[in-house]
């Protein structure tokens, strides 16, 4: 009788896509956060090289993130 109420499919569907998005961007918000220390570590030490590289990824990371985030908003706030 549940199953006619609620369609278990598609919150499955819902329950899968959200764990999967709050996991990634959670990961790659942790990828920014460890590329800036370890660019301003490599800074300290006088490797520009390294610092430059971990520097680049924290930008990306970060920019992925906001990126995920004004999606999640804009789908939010979408009239369909």
């Known amino acids: ?10 919150l ?3 329950v ?3 764990v999967v998005a709050g996991v990634g961007v959670t990961g790659v918000f ?3 956060v460890y590329g800036a220390a370890r660019s301003s570590d490599m800074r300290r ?3 520009g090289g390294a610092a ?4 680049a990824l924290a930008v ?3 920019t992925v993130t906001v990126a995920a985030i004004v999606y999640g ?5 979408e009239k369909g």
């Open 60 to 62: 990306a990371a970060v």
């Open 30 to 32: 942790a990828l920014g």
């Open 16 to 18: 899968l896509a959200s």
């Open 45 to 47: 030490a006088s490797r």
């Open 73 to 77: 908003v804009v789908l939010t706030t």
């Open 52 to 55: 430059t590289a971990y520097a």
């Open 12 to 14: 499955a569907k819902v």
């Open 1 to 10: 009788m549940i199953a006619s109420i609620v369609n278990t499919t598609a």
